[in-house]
């Protein structure tokens, strides 16, 4: 089934990939393999003289895992040539920076890659900054909403005169294949447990399910509500206001952006030059502009704490695939793995298992949840940090920690299970392709693509989904200590926020990453801790190829930086996405806790 399907879509973009990598891999050859470090290591001394702004934004992608392993090919067609810093590094950073006497002040200046729970828990760094006194910036030319949301943190924003600043609302929508497979000839059966389990409905309609739709109003309308209540609080405005410009138009250039106040003056660059001269900051080198430091780059001065009693804060970000998975995927073997030398670590106190995923395969999510258990029977206490998103898969991983904590704004439940039979019968026909055999008993060929599967097969693989739903229904019921029926009652495939999931016992605390890493040093009663990360940063990162990919610990000053946009990279990005997607799916018995939800518009 996932073999038949990854074939099918994956074939003619895989062959100009493959074509594309033998490209790469022979200029690879021509400079030479040799050993690098993958950046400057966390904790090295950085140059920072006296009067010096320090720059959030400016093309910096903020994860929550550290920067590991090496980059592969879809790193290359993405374009990705902006630095990037973890999350808890990148918060410590600008803590940091408001008891440095070196740093003159923050100026927040948008471009920055990140999920919305991530940039508020950097909008919450901002604000205690400010109580440095020191100054705070913000700089817009042409932002996006999600920029704003952070840029309008700072104490004055100034914006381009030329620039357009969005306040729009936030969408959410999916391409709906099902009947252009149809068209191909290409069958699908589902088999699903959960009225509110929408992830099939791509493959299957062409359309969203009304229960789909009104889950998704739901989690949209939370967003929103949030976003606009904490930038009303920054900008002194109200909530109203907002609203009406959001409706109004959605995209303002800069003078009406200043009347609706969402900016408090208009700056060319040499003017914001200026006034950041008058707040105190040094001119740099050429005279001609301002003495900065990326956050990028003032992260190395952060350091792990090393004094203490050992607490891990391991990492579970992206899709959960069966196996190793690679750098971008969670790896049901690789993460069990890591979760089971905790365990054996005599030193290790307590662990903090960050979980931004929508989930994957069921099976690897049990080899995950397994390990879970046994670090709490071992009496080791496991914090869940919930990011942008721990649904289905990701909340099947989270239900048996001690304790889960989220954002208010996290997307988190789906509750609920799915599986899904492709077969090539009616497209065999199209193109007169004949296939015959034979077999020895009833369910010998099940799964086989090259016919629609019978009721008695579909009931084999339903029972299978009916299964693994009960004891979805049973890690949750006993890591929240819930009966059956009460769990069902909140599952059904339901997406919730974190401030919903809260109130369904769900989740027990609102809180970031650093507040988990604190949950859990109290919990394992620590007065000082030793915090290591899994992965570590850097881990793995031992070629020329991480060296020709990355910017870590590289300067991009304000204004000069160039973005990759070519319309060629963009096109192969896109496709990559939808191959990655497809080989995501390799669970081995084709039954898949997945959330559709994967982020709303920018």
């Known amino acids: 089934m996932k073999d038949f399907l990854k074939s099918v879509l994956a074939s003619a973009l895989g062959t100009f990939i493959a074509g594309l990598g033998v490209c790469f891999l022979m200029f690879v050859l021509l400079v030479g393999l040799v050993s690098s470090s993958g950046g400057q290591p966390a904790g090295t001394p950085v140059a920072v003289k006296p009067k010096t702004m320090l720059v959030i934004g400016n093309g910096l992608a903020i994860n929550d895992t550290p920067a590991h392993g090496t980059p592969g090919l879809s790193s290359l067609l993405g374009g990705v040539s902006m630095p990037e810093v973890d999350l808890w590094r990148a918060l410590e950073a600008i803590d940091l920076a408001a008891k440095d006497p070196n740093i003159a002040g923050l100026l927040v200046a948008g471009d920055l890659e990140a999920g919305f729970v991530q940039l508020n828990e950097l909008r919450q760094a901002i604000v205690r900054f400010k109580e440095s006194k020191k100054p705070v910036v913000g700089w817009t030319e042409n932002s996006t909403q999600r920029d704003y949301y952070l840029i309008s943190a700072a104490d004055k ?28 000839g290409v069958g699908v059966q589902v088999t699903k447990v959960g009225k ?9 309609g062409d359309k969203m399910s009304e229960p789909a739709r009104e889950q998704t109003e739901l989690l949209l309308g939370g967003v929103w509500k949030k ?11 109200t909530i109203a206001s907002l609203t009406r410009a959001a409706d109004a138009a959605g995209v303002y250039g800069a003078e009406k952006a200043q009347a609706l106040k969402l900016v408090d003056g208009l700056r060319q660059r040499d003017e ?8 105190g900051v040094g001119a740099d080198e ?6 900065q430091v990326s956050l990028a780059k003032y992260a190395h001065k952060v350091s792990l704490p090393r004094h203490g009693g050992r607490v891990a804060v391991v990492y579970a970000e992206g899709e959960i695939v069966d196996g190793w998975g690679g750098n971008d995927d969670i790896g049901g073997d690789r993460l069990a793995r890591d979760l089971r030398e905790l365990r054996a670590d005599p030193l290790v106190r307590a662990v903090v298992l960050r979980v931004n995923s ?16 046994l670090l709490r029977q071992k009496g080791i206490p496991v914090v869940v940090s919930m990011g942008d998103l721990a649904a289905s898969g990701g909340y099947y991983i989270a239900a048996r920690g001690s304790v889960i904590m989220a954002d208010p704004a996290t997307i988190t439940g789906s509750i609920g299970v799915f599986g899904l039979h492709f077969n090539y019968q009616e497209l065999a026909k199209k193109v007169n392709l004949g296939t015959d055999g034979v077999k020895t008993n009833r369910y010998a060929d099940l799964f086989a693509m090259d016919h629609v599967a019978t009721p008695e097969e579909m009931a084999v693989v339903q029972a299978s989904v009916d299964a693994v739903y009960e004891e979805f229904l049973k890690v949750v019921a006993e890591g929240r200590k819930m009966d059956r029926d009460s769990v069902h009652e909140v599952a059904q495939g339901r997406v919730w926020l974190g401030l919903n999931a809260r109130e369904k016992k769900l989740v027990d605390k609102f809180g970031g990453l650093r507040d988990a890493i604190a949950e859990a040093q109290r919990l394992a009663n620590l007065k000082d801790i030793e915090l290591i990360q899994v992965p570590a940063l850097h881990s793995g990162r031992e070629n020329v190829l991480q060296k020709l990919l990355s910017e870590d610990g590289n300067e991009a000053p304000l204004f000069a930086r160039l973005q ?37 518009g920018r």
Do not use: Q, W
């Open 358 to 373: 929508p989930g994957g395969s069921a099976f690897a999510s049990d080899v995950i949840a397994r390990e879970v258990g």
């Open 157 to 184: 924003v100034y914006m381009h005169p030329a620039g357009e600043l969005e306040l729009k609302g936030l969408s959410s929508s999916h391409l709906y294949y099902g009947e252009t497979l149809k068209l191909l």
């Open 564 to 600: 990759a946009k070519d319309p060629a990279l963009l096109f192969l990005r896109s496709h990559a996405e939808v191959l990655k997607a497809v080989r995501s799916l390799n669970d081995p018995r084709g039954v898949y806790l997945s959330c559709p939800v994967r982020g709303f």
């Open 196 to 204: 509110y389990k929408s992830a099939v409905e791509p493959y299957i």
């Open 286 to 291: 050429s005279g001609a502009s301002f003495r």
């Open 227 to 237: 976003l606009l209540a904490d930038v009303a609080l920054s900008r002194k405005v």
């Open 272 to 279: 914001l030059v200026a006034e950041l001269r008058k707040l």
